[in-house]
């Protein structure tokens, strides 16, 4: 079918979205509550476009381009009601950008500064809305900050298949809240989603603005699934787990290890260095002595008892390439077939 954005004609598949069609072809239309991974809804109303013919502007993102349709992202009209949208979040959004985690990469923030909105215009009668306990002491949960886009409520149901929260109360009282605390799998799904400083990140002690933390894109060490993500280091020391949707064979999607299990890397019970047994007591070794060590015993039980007598355990925690190596040893230098794997970490 051909569309017209903005002036120019575009050739394209039907059945898209009009904001998968503008971003496949470079136009930039603001959006807060979509994700490509969840079902669109329109909920926040930020991405809304002109076409011609219509009376009224639709939302991008759940509205389907049709053959012949004339579009425009960036009128003046469009402009002054995703303004207007935005002073509506503001309302009893706090204004504490430089104590939030979210700084720097809200993309609140960023249209906020966008549109040139430099004070919150419409203010409402009401206190803070009373914290609650998360479902999972891994995320702090900051109910003024939200924005109700629904994003974390969705990717808790359509990623996670939890159902873990929900949105209640209407208007102004309107908050998401912990429904179900017990299905919840400490996924962290919910805090990927926030586009906001709703959801932070509760485990680490350090904190870091993502232009101060070094992201190193690596795959998890946990299990064999592979997922790809990004280890935030800030001063040599691990603060977070973040991913890109979409991205590897995970989509972007972690458990609960994946995103949170980052703690052993600086634990202060980690070993540093191989321990031997002397006397009873563990005393610290080189690598060299270590593994000398192990060879002569090895070598003295397969003399004495037999190959068979020997039996070796590999960690989920080690790569694929390293299991490899550790049964080929086994069955090739020990000449046994004594050899098993721990799954379950």
Known sequence: MRITINGRAIETEE???ILKIAQQNGFRIPTLCHMESLIPTGFCRMCVVEVQGLENPVTACNTKALDGMVI?????????????ILK???VKHPLDCPVCDKGGECDLQDYVYEYGIEKAEYQVDGGEKEYKIYSTPAIKYHPNRCILCSRCIRSCREIAGREVLDLKE??????VEVVQPDRCISCGECL????VGALTENVSPIKGRKWQAKRVSTVCGYCGVG????INVVNNRPIKVTTHEGLGTNNGVLCVKGRFGYEFVNHPERLRTPLLREHGNLREATWDEALTYVSTKLKEVKEKYGSDSIAGLSSARATCEDNYLFQKFFRAAI???NVDHCARL
Do not use: Q, Y
Request: with cysteine; glycine share 8%.
């Open 227 to 230: 997922c790809s993500l990004e």
């Open 88 to 90: 509506f979040m503001l």
């Open 192 to 195: 990927a989603a926030c586009p």
């Open 170 to 175: 209407t208007g102004f009282d309107a908050r």
């Open 335 to 337: 000449g046994t077939n």
């Open 15 to 17: 059945g898209a979205t």
């Open 72 to 84: 425009e992202t960036e009128t003046a009209k469009v402009r002054d009601i995703r303004k207007e």
